[in-house]
């Protein structure tokens, strides 16, 4: 009985169908059109969130340095913060007055952290102790030019 299994398996043709092997790859390249969008949308969103930690990050080192300096925002830079908060350190970050332009004075200043794949600003401007977020271009948690921590 051992010997006829062996000898009906050695004259059977074993295998995948020709046929068989392009659904598979049929499938497969469905399931790589999906998933591979998919993931690169997922780093996009990554970046605009680390961006979005990041300016909050730096106000907070914008508040250590005004509390270091006698309760003034004045001369505050992006190597000042870096040296509160080593955390800054990749961050592609820009400290300007309120508005975008100029140095931060006494009671006013504005961060800004830009995403590196999406290069959308995110902004925190804090102009006599009121808070506003500015952002652009829209997507990616910004929507009409502003964001929501």
């Known amino acids: 009985m051992i010997l006829k299994l062996r000898q009906r398996m050695a004259q059977e043709e074993s295998g995948f169908t020709l046929v068989e092997l392009l659904v598979v790859m049929l499938i497969l390249g469905i399931l790589a059109a999906i998933a591979i969008p998919a993931f690169l949308n997922q780093r996009e969103k990554a970046n605009d969130a680390d961006a979005k930690a990041d300016v909050n990050t730096a106000m907070q080192a914008m508040e250590t340095y005004q509390t270091d300096n006698q309760g003034s925002y004045a001369g505050a830079t992006v ?65 009409g030019a502003t964001w929501h921590p």
């Open 79 to 143: 190597a000042g913060l870096r040296g509160i908060e080593p955390a800054l350190n990749n961050a592609n970050l820009a400290v300007t007055g309120t508005g975008g332009g100029g140095v931060p004075t006494q009671n006013a200043y504005r961060v800004t952290v830009t995403a590196d794949s999406t290069a959308r600003t995110f902004s925190i401007d804090n102009n006599a102790g009121t808070l506003t977020y500015p952002c652009a271009p829209n997507g990616g948690g910004c929507s």
